[in-house]
Protein backbone atom coordinates (compact mmCIF):
# COMPACT_ATOMS: atom_id res chain seq x y z
CA UNK A 1 0.00 0.00 0.00
CA UNK A 2 1.75 3.10 -1.53
CA UNK A 3 0.73 6.16 1.16
CA UNK A 4 1.38 10.27 0.00
CA UNK A 5 1.45 12.21 3.27
CA UNK A 6 1.24 15.77 1.87
CA UNK A 7 2.01 17.88 4.76
CA UNK A 8 4.57 16.26 7.34
CA UNK A 9 3.58 18.29 10.49
CA UNK A 10 1.80 17.22 13.34
CA UNK A 11 -1.19 15.78 11.99
CA UNK A 12 0.07 14.84 8.95
CA UNK A 13 3.26 12.90 10.51
CA UNK A 14 1.38 11.45 13.18
CA UNK A 15 -0.89 9.91 10.46
CA UNK A 16 2.02 8.42 8.85
CA UNK A 17 4.02 7.07 12.32
CA UNK A 18 0.68 5.23 12.83
CA UNK A 19 -0.19 3.86 9.42
CA UNK A 20 3.07 2.09 9.12
CA UNK A 21 2.93 0.65 12.52
CA UNK A 22 -1.01 -0.51 11.77
CA UNK A 23 -0.02 -1.93 8.27
CA UNK A 24 2.81 -3.57 7.69
CA UNK A 25 3.48 -3.51 4.33
CA UNK A 26 2.28 0.29 4.02
CA UNK A 27 5.22 2.27 2.04
CA UNK A 28 4.67 5.87 3.26
CA UNK A 29 5.88 8.90 0.84
CA UNK A 30 5.92 12.68 1.85
CA UNK A 31 5.39 15.61 0.37
CA UNK A 32 6.03 18.81 1.89
CA UNK A 33 7.00 22.53 0.24
CA UNK A 34 9.03 22.75 3.66
CA UNK A 35 12.60 20.47 2.57
CA UNK A 36 13.32 20.88 5.90
CA UNK A 37 10.64 19.49 7.20
CA UNK A 38 10.88 16.50 4.64
CA UNK A 39 14.09 15.74 5.64
CA UNK A 40 13.07 15.56 9.65
CA UNK A 41 10.23 13.22 8.81
CA UNK A 42 12.96 10.93 6.72
CA UNK A 43 15.54 11.23 9.52
CA UNK A 44 12.37 10.48 12.24
CA UNK A 45 12.03 7.71 10.31
CA UNK A 46 7.74 8.10 9.56
CA UNK A 47 8.19 8.57 5.93
CA UNK A 48 10.17 6.09 3.76
CA UNK A 49 10.84 8.22 0.57
CA UNK A 50 10.55 11.81 -0.25
CA UNK A 51 7.91 12.30 -3.02
CA UNK A 52 6.41 15.03 -5.21
CA UNK A 53 3.16 15.74 -6.08
CA UNK A 54 3.81 14.25 -9.97
CA UNK A 55 4.47 10.85 -8.48
CA UNK A 56 0.49 10.35 -7.38
CA UNK A 57 -0.07 8.13 -10.29
CA UNK A 58 1.66 5.44 -7.87
CA UNK A 59 -0.80 6.30 -4.71
CA UNK A 60 -3.24 3.92 -3.08
CA UNK A 61 -3.59 6.54 -0.29
CA UNK A 62 -2.97 10.17 -0.14
CA UNK A 63 -3.95 11.92 2.95
CA UNK A 64 -3.96 15.57 3.42
CA UNK A 65 -2.45 17.27 5.86
CA UNK A 66 -2.06 21.13 5.05
CA UNK A 67 -3.91 24.75 6.04
CA UNK A 68 -7.38 24.33 4.60
CA UNK A 69 -7.15 27.37 2.13
CA UNK A 70 -3.94 25.07 0.55
CA UNK A 71 -6.47 21.96 0.85
CA UNK A 72 -9.11 23.87 -1.36
CA UNK A 73 -6.36 24.79 -3.81
CA UNK A 74 -4.87 22.02 -4.48
CA UNK A 75 -7.43 19.15 -3.89
CA UNK A 76 -8.90 19.19 -7.76
CA UNK A 77 -5.55 18.79 -8.95
CA UNK A 78 -4.74 15.78 -6.58
CA UNK A 79 -7.84 14.59 -7.76
CA UNK A 80 -6.41 14.57 -11.64
CA UNK A 81 -3.29 12.80 -10.70
CA UNK A 82 -4.52 10.07 -8.98
CA UNK A 83 -5.46 6.59 -9.93
CA UNK A 84 -8.85 5.25 -9.63
CA UNK A 85 -8.35 3.09 -7.59
CA UNK A 86 -6.98 5.68 -5.03
CA UNK A 87 -8.51 6.71 -2.02
CA UNK A 88 -7.98 11.14 -0.93
CA UNK A 89 -8.66 12.54 2.02
CA UNK A 90 -8.54 15.54 4.25
CA UNK A 91 -8.45 16.21 7.93
CA UNK A 92 -9.04 19.78 7.66
CA UNK A 93 -11.15 21.47 10.42
CA UNK A 94 -13.78 22.92 8.05
CA UNK A 95 -15.61 20.96 5.84
CA UNK A 96 -18.41 22.40 3.45
CA UNK A 97 -16.28 24.87 1.37
CA UNK A 98 -13.50 21.92 0.40
CA UNK A 99 -17.03 19.66 -0.47
CA UNK A 100 -18.00 22.34 -2.15
CA UNK A 101 -14.97 23.15 -4.33
CA UNK A 102 -14.90 19.38 -5.75
CA UNK A 103 -18.58 18.61 -5.75
CA UNK A 104 -18.65 18.24 -9.67
CA UNK A 105 -15.64 16.94 -9.77
CA UNK A 106 -15.38 13.66 -11.84
CA UNK A 107 -13.16 12.55 -9.55
CA UNK A 108 -15.36 13.28 -6.24
CA UNK A 109 -15.83 9.60 -5.53
CA UNK A 110 -12.41 9.07 -4.43
CA UNK A 111 -12.40 11.89 -1.99
CA UNK A 112 -13.56 11.44 1.65
CA UNK A 113 -14.13 14.55 3.50
CA UNK A 114 -12.33 13.93 7.27
CA UNK A 115 -11.90 15.49 10.24
CA UNK A 116 -10.24 13.83 13.10
CA UNK A 117 -10.57 15.65 16.35
CA UNK A 118 -7.14 15.19 17.57
CA UNK A 119 -3.90 17.57 17.79
CA UNK A 120 -1.65 19.16 20.28
CA UNK A 121 -1.15 23.24 20.39
CA UNK A 122 2.25 22.31 18.38
CA UNK A 123 3.23 21.84 15.05
CA UNK A 124 5.53 20.40 12.16
CA UNK A 125 7.09 16.85 12.16
CA UNK A 126 8.91 17.33 15.41
CA UNK A 127 5.74 17.28 16.93
CA UNK A 128 4.54 14.10 15.35
CA UNK A 129 3.58 11.52 17.72
CA UNK A 130 2.24 7.92 17.65
CA UNK A 131 -1.68 7.17 18.77
CA UNK A 132 -2.81 10.36 18.45
CA UNK A 133 -6.02 9.19 16.74
CA UNK A 134 -6.83 6.35 19.56
CA UNK A 135 -9.91 6.95 21.01
CA UNK A 136 -10.51 9.99 19.14
CA UNK A 137 -13.52 11.28 17.07
CA UNK A 138 -13.37 11.43 13.51
CA UNK A 139 -15.93 13.63 12.09
CA UNK A 140 -16.64 12.49 8.31
CA UNK A 141 -18.99 14.23 6.18
CA UNK A 142 -20.82 13.05 2.72
CA UNK A 143 -19.64 9.77 3.39
CA UNK A 144 -22.32 8.35 0.75
CA UNK A 145 -20.18 10.59 -2.36
CA UNK A 146 -17.66 8.26 -1.74
CA UNK A 147 -16.81 4.76 -3.51
CA UNK A 148 -17.79 2.20 -1.50
CA UNK A 149 -14.75 0.13 -1.69
CA UNK A 150 -12.75 3.66 -0.74
CA UNK A 151 -14.76 4.29 2.26
CA UNK A 152 -13.89 0.61 3.35
CA UNK A 153 -10.21 1.56 2.89
CA UNK A 154 -10.86 4.54 4.87
CA UNK A 155 -12.73 3.02 7.59
CA UNK A 156 -10.14 0.00 8.14
CA UNK A 157 -7.36 2.98 8.25
CA UNK A 158 -9.36 4.48 11.13
CA UNK A 159 -10.59 1.49 12.86
CA UNK A 160 -6.95 0.34 13.19
CA UNK A 161 -5.69 3.99 14.57
CA UNK A 162 -8.48 3.41 17.34
CA UNK A 163 -10.86 6.19 15.94
CA UNK A 164 -14.86 6.74 16.50
CA UNK A 165 -16.49 7.76 13.39
CA UNK A 166 -19.15 9.87 13.39
CA UNK A 167 -20.87 10.86 10.43
CA UNK A 168 -22.46 14.24 9.34
CA UNK A 169 -23.61 16.83 6.84
CA UNK A 170 -20.26 19.60 6.57
CA UNK A 171 -22.92 22.15 6.93
CA UNK A 172 -23.66 21.14 11.08
CA UNK A 173 -19.84 20.47 11.56
CA UNK A 174 -18.78 23.61 10.17
CA UNK A 175 -21.21 24.98 12.58
CA UNK A 176 -20.55 22.81 15.65
CA UNK A 177 -17.08 22.61 15.41
CA UNK A 178 -17.08 26.95 15.73
CA UNK A 179 -18.60 26.65 19.13
CA UNK A 180 -16.56 23.58 20.46
CA UNK A 181 -13.06 24.01 18.33
CA UNK A 182 -12.44 27.47 17.00
CA UNK A 183 -14.26 29.38 19.15
CA UNK A 184 -11.84 28.07 22.57
CA UNK A 185 -8.63 28.88 20.25
CA UNK A 186 -9.59 32.62 19.83
CA UNK A 187 -10.98 32.60 23.48
CA UNK A 188 -7.39 31.56 24.16
CA UNK A 189 -5.42 33.65 21.69
CA UNK A 190 -7.39 37.12 23.10
CA UNK A 191 -6.65 35.79 26.63
CA UNK A 192 -3.47 35.55 25.79
CA UNK A 193 -2.97 38.66 24.07
CA UNK A 194 -4.89 40.35 27.23
CA UNK A 195 -2.51 39.24 29.62
CA UNK A 196 0.87 40.21 27.19
CA UNK A 197 -0.41 43.34 26.78
CA UNK A 198 -1.09 44.35 30.34
CA UNK A 199 2.11 42.53 32.11
CA UNK A 200 5.07 44.35 29.73
CA UNK A 201 7.58 42.54 32.63
CA UNK A 202 7.18 39.14 31.74
CA UNK A 203 8.89 37.79 35.38
CA UNK A 204 5.21 38.43 36.78
CA UNK A 205 3.24 36.86 34.38
CA UNK A 206 5.54 33.57 34.89
CA UNK A 207 6.19 33.97 38.74
CA UNK A 208 1.75 34.61 39.22
CA UNK A 209 0.42 32.54 36.98
CA UNK A 210 -0.54 28.79 38.01
CA UNK A 211 -1.89 25.85 35.86
CA UNK A 212 -5.25 27.71 35.33
CA UNK A 213 -3.91 30.30 33.27
CA UNK A 214 -1.68 27.68 31.58
CA UNK A 215 -4.20 25.52 30.74
CA UNK A 216 -6.72 28.24 29.23
CA UNK A 217 -3.98 29.76 27.83
CA UNK A 218 -2.34 26.42 26.39
CA UNK A 219 -4.29 27.02 22.38
CA UNK A 220 -2.46 30.48 22.36
CA UNK A 221 0.42 28.34 21.35
CA UNK A 222 -1.06 27.23 18.10
CA UNK A 223 0.07 27.53 14.80
CA UNK A 224 -1.28 31.28 13.09
CA UNK A 225 -0.63 29.37 9.49
CA UNK A 226 -3.18 26.68 10.09
CA UNK A 227 -5.87 28.57 12.33
CA UNK A 228 -5.71 31.83 10.11
CA UNK A 229 -7.16 29.71 7.02
CA UNK A 230 -10.02 28.19 9.27
CA UNK A 231 -11.34 30.91 10.59
CA UNK A 232 -11.56 32.59 6.97
CA UNK A 233 -13.37 29.18 5.62
CA UNK A 234 -15.69 29.30 8.59
CA UNK A 235 -16.34 33.17 9.18
CA UNK A 236 -19.99 33.21 9.33
CA UNK A 237 -20.12 30.81 12.01
CA UNK A 238 -17.10 32.19 13.71
CA UNK A 239 -18.70 35.46 13.50
CA UNK A 240 -22.04 33.83 15.25
CA UNK A 241 -19.85 32.03 18.31
CA UNK A 242 -18.06 35.60 19.02
CA UNK A 243 -20.92 37.61 18.88
CA UNK A 244 -22.69 35.29 21.38
CA UNK A 245 -19.57 35.06 23.77
CA UNK A 246 -19.25 38.47 23.77
CA UNK A 247 -22.46 39.34 24.79
CA UNK A 248 -22.13 36.82 27.72
CA UNK A 249 -18.86 38.44 28.55
CA UNK A 250 -20.35 41.69 28.86
CA UNK A 251 -23.57 40.23 30.41
CA UNK A 252 -21.20 38.73 33.04
CA UNK A 253 -19.23 42.21 33.48
CA UNK A 254 -22.21 44.05 33.63
CA UNK A 255 -23.18 41.77 36.51
CA UNK A 256 -20.55 42.61 38.80
CA UNK A 257 -20.83 46.65 37.98
CA UNK A 258 -24.00 46.21 39.48
CA UNK A 259 -22.45 44.13 42.79
CA UNK A 260 -25.68 41.42 41.39
CA UNK A 261 -23.35 38.48 42.68
CA UNK A 262 -25.92 36.17 43.36
CA UNK A 263 -26.21 36.38 39.78
CA UNK A 264 -22.31 35.88 39.48
CA UNK A 265 -22.92 32.60 41.68
CA UNK A 266 -25.81 31.18 39.45
CA UNK A 267 -24.26 31.95 36.35
CA UNK A 268 -21.18 29.63 37.34
CA UNK A 269 -22.94 27.03 39.05
CA UNK A 270 -24.84 26.23 35.79
CA UNK A 271 -21.99 26.37 33.75
CA UNK A 272 -20.51 23.50 36.43
CA UNK A 273 -22.79 21.42 34.90
CA UNK A 274 -19.90 21.53 32.19
CA UNK A 275 -18.23 18.37 34.38
CA UNK A 276 -20.64 16.20 33.67
CA UNK A 277 -20.53 17.08 29.72
CA UNK A 278 -16.79 16.57 29.45
CA UNK A 279 -16.55 13.45 31.36
CA UNK A 280 -14.47 10.85 29.58
CA UNK A 281 -13.07 13.82 26.90
CA UNK A 282 -8.98 13.54 27.62
CA UNK B 1 2.87 22.79 67.08
CA UNK B 2 -1.30 23.00 67.16
CA UNK B 3 -2.47 24.00 63.45
CA UNK B 4 -5.94 25.16 62.97
CA UNK B 5 -7.58 24.81 59.78
CA UNK B 6 -10.28 26.58 58.86
CA UNK B 7 -12.15 25.18 55.93
CA UNK B 8 -11.40 21.97 55.23
CA UNK B 9 -11.62 21.76 51.12
CA UNK B 10 -9.32 21.85 48.68
CA UNK B 11 -6.71 24.07 49.67
CA UNK B 12 -6.76 23.97 53.62
CA UNK B 13 -7.01 20.37 53.25
CA UNK B 14 -4.06 20.27 51.18
CA UNK B 15 -1.78 22.59 53.99
CA UNK B 16 -3.01 20.34 56.61
CA UNK B 17 -1.39 17.68 54.60
CA UNK B 18 1.69 18.75 53.49
CA UNK B 19 1.91 20.01 57.05
CA UNK B 20 1.48 16.89 59.06
CA UNK B 21 3.99 14.98 56.49
CA UNK B 22 6.41 18.10 57.20
CA UNK B 23 6.24 18.64 60.47
CA UNK B 24 6.19 15.60 63.23
CA UNK B 25 5.24 17.19 66.08
CA UNK B 26 2.02 19.00 64.03
CA UNK B 27 -1.25 18.48 66.01
CA UNK B 28 -4.15 19.10 62.94
CA UNK B 29 -7.72 20.61 64.21
CA UNK B 30 -9.78 21.01 61.51
CA UNK B 31 -12.91 23.67 61.95
CA UNK B 32 -15.53 23.96 59.31
CA UNK B 33 -19.41 24.55 58.52
CA UNK B 34 -19.79 22.07 57.34
CA UNK B 35 -19.66 18.79 59.29
CA UNK B 36 -19.65 16.50 56.95
CA UNK B 37 -16.23 17.95 55.23
CA UNK B 38 -15.03 17.83 59.03
CA UNK B 39 -16.11 14.15 59.37
CA UNK B 40 -14.45 13.52 55.91
CA UNK B 41 -11.49 15.43 56.99
CA UNK B 42 -11.10 13.14 60.23
CA UNK B 43 -11.32 9.75 58.25
CA UNK B 44 -9.15 10.37 55.81
CA UNK B 45 -6.57 11.63 58.06
CA UNK B 46 -5.91 14.60 57.16
CA UNK B 47 -6.68 16.43 60.26
CA UNK B 48 -6.26 14.83 64.56
CA UNK B 49 -9.21 16.79 65.84
CA UNK B 50 -12.76 18.27 64.97
CA UNK B 51 -12.40 21.99 66.52
CA UNK B 52 -14.12 25.01 66.85
CA UNK B 53 -13.30 28.87 66.26
CA UNK B 54 -13.44 28.80 70.20
CA UNK B 55 -10.08 26.31 70.66
CA UNK B 56 -8.34 28.84 68.89
CA UNK B 57 -6.79 30.14 72.55
CA UNK B 58 -4.28 27.00 71.82
CA UNK B 59 -3.67 27.63 68.29
CA UNK B 60 0.18 27.59 67.73
CA UNK B 61 -1.23 28.35 63.40
CA UNK B 62 -4.42 29.31 62.32
CA UNK B 63 -4.94 28.72 58.50
CA UNK B 64 -7.80 30.34 56.79
CA UNK B 65 -9.00 28.76 53.82
CA UNK B 66 -12.22 29.96 53.05
CA UNK B 67 -13.98 32.34 50.67
CA UNK B 68 -12.46 35.47 51.02
CA UNK B 69 -15.65 37.48 51.69
CA UNK B 70 -16.06 35.01 54.55
CA UNK B 71 -12.50 35.62 55.63
CA UNK B 72 -12.73 38.91 55.61
CA UNK B 73 -15.80 38.49 58.03
CA UNK B 74 -14.39 36.22 59.96
CA UNK B 75 -10.35 37.30 60.71
CA UNK B 76 -10.90 40.01 63.11
CA UNK B 77 -12.56 37.76 65.59
CA UNK B 78 -10.31 35.05 64.97
CA UNK B 79 -6.79 37.62 65.51
CA UNK B 80 -9.27 38.01 68.86
CA UNK B 81 -8.80 35.18 70.28
CA UNK B 82 -5.49 33.57 69.51
CA UNK B 83 -2.70 33.98 71.88
CA UNK B 84 -0.05 36.59 71.21
CA UNK B 85 2.61 34.02 69.62
CA UNK B 86 0.03 32.56 67.13
CA UNK B 87 0.58 33.22 63.29
CA UNK B 88 -2.55 33.44 61.57
CA UNK B 89 -2.69 33.32 57.65
CA UNK B 90 -5.04 32.86 55.01
CA UNK B 91 -4.62 31.04 51.20
CA UNK B 92 -7.23 34.17 49.57
CA UNK B 93 -7.28 35.14 45.82
CA UNK B 94 -7.45 38.59 47.15
CA UNK B 95 -5.56 40.86 49.21
CA UNK B 96 -5.91 43.95 49.60
CA UNK B 97 -9.43 44.67 51.17
CA UNK B 98 -8.00 41.62 53.53
CA UNK B 99 -5.20 44.08 54.72
CA UNK B 100 -6.99 46.92 54.76
CA UNK B 101 -10.00 45.49 57.07
CA UNK B 102 -7.27 44.30 59.93
CA UNK B 103 -4.62 47.51 58.96
CA UNK B 104 -5.31 48.72 62.56
CA UNK B 105 -6.29 45.91 64.21
CA UNK B 106 -3.87 45.51 67.88
CA UNK B 107 -3.29 41.70 66.61
CA UNK B 108 -2.16 42.70 63.18
CA UNK B 109 1.65 41.39 63.78
CA UNK B 110 -0.01 38.03 64.04
CA UNK B 111 -1.25 38.04 60.54
CA UNK B 112 0.40 36.95 57.37
CA UNK B 113 -1.35 37.95 53.86
CA UNK B 114 -0.38 34.84 51.55
CA UNK B 115 -1.65 33.95 48.54
CA UNK B 116 -0.31 30.34 47.48
CA UNK B 117 -0.79 30.04 43.68
CA UNK B 118 -1.98 26.88 43.69
CA UNK B 119 -5.15 24.30 42.98
CA UNK B 120 -7.38 22.46 41.10
CA UNK B 121 -10.79 23.02 39.45
CA UNK B 122 -12.72 20.68 42.41
CA UNK B 123 -13.27 21.75 45.81
CA UNK B 124 -13.79 19.88 48.92
CA UNK B 125 -11.78 17.50 51.26
CA UNK B 126 -12.28 14.96 48.86
CA UNK B 127 -10.01 16.81 46.44
CA UNK B 128 -7.28 17.83 49.19
CA UNK B 129 -3.75 16.12 47.52
CA UNK B 130 -0.27 15.96 48.91
CA UNK B 131 2.44 18.03 47.64
CA UNK B 132 -0.59 20.21 45.56
CA UNK B 133 2.31 23.36 47.04
CA UNK B 134 5.48 22.11 45.85
CA UNK B 135 7.00 24.36 43.22
CA UNK B 136 4.52 26.62 43.58
CA UNK B 137 4.64 30.28 43.93
CA UNK B 138 3.09 31.80 47.42
CA UNK B 139 2.77 35.80 47.29
CA UNK B 140 3.00 37.53 50.63
CA UNK B 141 1.73 41.29 50.95
CA UNK B 142 2.69 43.46 53.19
CA UNK B 143 5.24 41.27 55.12
CA UNK B 144 7.06 43.92 57.22
CA UNK B 145 4.00 44.11 59.38
CA UNK B 146 3.62 40.79 60.62
CA UNK B 147 5.77 40.27 63.66
CA UNK B 148 9.49 38.69 63.03
CA UNK B 149 9.33 35.55 65.20
CA UNK B 150 5.54 35.02 63.23
CA UNK B 151 7.16 35.69 59.32
CA UNK B 152 9.83 33.03 60.55
CA UNK B 153 7.21 30.43 61.05
CA UNK B 154 5.33 30.92 58.08
CA UNK B 155 8.85 31.11 56.11
CA UNK B 156 9.74 27.57 57.90
CA UNK B 157 6.15 26.08 56.63
CA UNK B 158 6.47 27.07 53.44
CA UNK B 159 9.96 26.38 53.13
CA UNK B 160 8.96 22.69 54.05
CA UNK B 161 6.07 22.34 51.56
CA UNK B 162 8.90 23.46 48.63
CA UNK B 163 6.84 26.80 47.83
CA UNK B 164 8.50 29.49 45.67
CA UNK B 165 8.25 32.98 47.95
CA UNK B 166 7.11 36.43 46.05
CA UNK B 167 6.79 39.84 47.58
CA UNK B 168 4.06 42.45 46.57
CA UNK B 169 2.22 45.03 48.19
CA UNK B 170 -1.72 43.86 48.38
CA UNK B 171 -3.04 46.62 45.22
CA UNK B 172 -0.34 45.20 43.01
CA UNK B 173 -0.96 41.50 44.03
CA UNK B 174 -4.81 42.25 43.10
CA UNK B 175 -4.54 43.98 39.92
CA UNK B 176 -1.98 41.33 38.41
CA UNK B 177 -4.05 38.38 39.66
CA UNK B 178 -7.17 39.70 38.02
CA UNK B 179 -5.14 39.12 34.61
CA UNK B 180 -3.51 35.99 35.21
CA UNK B 181 -6.16 34.15 37.42
CA UNK B 182 -9.30 35.99 37.34
CA UNK B 183 -9.82 36.85 34.00
CA UNK B 184 -8.74 33.01 33.08
CA UNK B 185 -11.53 31.95 35.55
CA UNK B 186 -14.45 34.30 34.03
CA UNK B 187 -13.36 33.80 30.08
CA UNK B 188 -13.21 29.58 30.47
CA UNK B 189 -17.06 30.09 32.27
CA UNK B 190 -18.20 32.13 29.49
CA UNK B 191 -17.00 29.57 26.82
CA UNK B 192 -18.41 27.09 28.81
CA UNK B 193 -21.35 28.54 28.92
CA UNK B 194 -21.79 29.96 25.31
CA UNK B 195 -21.27 26.22 24.49
CA UNK B 196 -23.41 24.92 26.62
CA UNK B 197 -26.08 27.13 25.37
CA UNK B 198 -26.06 26.42 21.95
CA UNK B 199 -25.29 22.86 22.31
CA UNK B 200 -28.40 21.86 23.85
CA UNK B 201 -27.91 17.70 22.46
CA UNK B 202 -25.07 17.28 24.51
CA UNK B 203 -24.04 13.72 22.82
CA UNK B 204 -22.65 16.42 20.08
CA UNK B 205 -21.02 18.93 22.47
CA UNK B 206 -19.14 15.35 23.98
CA UNK B 207 -18.03 13.56 20.36
CA UNK B 208 -16.94 17.07 18.51
CA UNK B 209 -15.11 18.47 21.57
CA UNK B 210 -11.41 17.72 22.14
CA UNK B 211 -8.75 18.15 24.49
CA UNK B 212 -8.23 21.81 23.27
CA UNK B 213 -11.87 22.26 24.45
CA UNK B 214 -11.37 20.33 27.34
CA UNK B 215 -7.96 22.51 28.39
CA UNK B 216 -9.48 26.01 27.76
CA UNK B 217 -13.12 25.28 29.66
CA UNK B 218 -11.40 23.31 32.27
CA UNK B 219 -11.69 26.56 35.01
CA UNK B 220 -15.33 26.54 34.34
CA UNK B 221 -15.81 23.33 36.77
CA UNK B 222 -14.17 25.60 39.71
CA UNK B 223 -16.62 26.23 42.80
CA UNK B 224 -18.75 29.56 42.72
CA UNK B 225 -18.88 30.11 46.52
CA UNK B 226 -15.15 30.41 46.50
CA UNK B 227 -15.14 32.65 42.68
CA UNK B 228 -18.47 35.08 43.59
CA UNK B 229 -16.78 36.37 46.54
CA UNK B 230 -13.59 36.73 44.63
CA UNK B 231 -15.23 38.72 41.75
CA UNK B 232 -16.85 40.73 43.92
CA UNK B 233 -13.53 41.53 46.10
CA UNK B 234 -11.58 42.30 43.27
CA UNK B 235 -14.48 44.24 41.43
CA UNK B 236 -12.62 47.23 39.79
CA UNK B 237 -9.68 45.07 38.19
CA UNK B 238 -11.66 42.41 37.32
CA UNK B 239 -13.88 44.91 35.29
CA UNK B 240 -10.88 46.23 33.86
CA UNK B 241 -9.24 42.79 32.64
CA UNK B 242 -12.44 42.22 31.41
CA UNK B 243 -13.04 45.06 29.38
CA UNK B 244 -9.78 44.71 27.65
CA UNK B 245 -10.46 41.03 26.61
CA UNK B 246 -14.03 41.77 25.45
CA UNK B 247 -12.08 44.86 22.87
CA UNK B 248 -9.56 42.53 22.19
CA UNK B 249 -12.06 39.87 20.86
CA UNK B 250 -14.40 42.90 19.06
CA UNK B 251 -11.26 43.74 17.11
CA UNK B 252 -10.96 39.88 16.08
CA UNK B 253 -14.05 39.62 15.09
CA UNK B 254 -13.86 43.02 13.03
CA UNK B 255 -10.77 41.50 11.42
CA UNK B 256 -12.33 38.63 10.45
CA UNK B 257 -15.21 41.07 9.23
CA UNK B 258 -13.05 42.78 7.32
CA UNK B 259 -11.53 39.24 5.66
CA UNK B 260 -8.73 41.15 6.87
CA UNK B 261 -6.57 37.66 7.60
CA UNK B 262 -2.97 38.77 7.61
CA UNK B 263 -3.46 40.47 10.29
CA UNK B 264 -5.75 37.82 11.90
CA UNK B 265 -2.39 35.82 10.91
CA UNK B 266 -0.52 38.48 13.21
CA UNK B 267 -2.34 38.84 15.77
CA UNK B 268 -2.47 35.11 16.37
CA UNK B 269 1.46 34.93 16.03
CA UNK B 270 2.31 37.89 18.52
CA UNK B 271 0.55 36.39 20.89
CA UNK B 272 2.29 32.97 19.94
CA UNK B 273 5.03 34.34 22.04
CA UNK B 274 2.84 33.00 24.96
CA UNK B 275 5.11 29.92 24.84
CA UNK B 276 8.36 31.48 26.12
CA UNK B 277 6.80 33.43 28.81
CA UNK B 278 4.68 29.88 30.32
CA UNK B 279 7.95 27.95 29.82
CA UNK B 280 8.30 26.06 33.42
CA UNK B 281 4.43 26.50 34.51
CA UNK B 282 2.98 23.13 35.31
Known amino acids: MN???????????????????????AK??????????????????????????????????????????????????????VPDNCLV????????????????????????AVHPI????????????ANLYRGKTNIICEVEKTAFKLQE???????????RIRYMDPGSHDKH?????????ISSFMLGKTVIEKEKNERDIFDMAGSGFASTVRLAKSSPAMWAPIFKHNKENVIETLEEYIINLTQFKEL????DFSAIYKEMENTNHIKTILKGIV
Chains 1, 2 share one sequence.
Open 256 to 259: IEKD
Open 89 to 112: FDAGSTKKKLCNTISDHKKRRNYL
Open 177 to 185: IAYVSHLSH
Open 153 to 163: RGMEIFSRLGM
Open 118 to 129: AGTEFSGPQAAI
Open 3 to 25: VFVIGIGLIGGSFAIDIKAAFNE
Open 28 to 81: VYGIDNNTKHLDDALSLGFIDYKSKIDDLANADVVVIAIPVDATVEILPSILDK
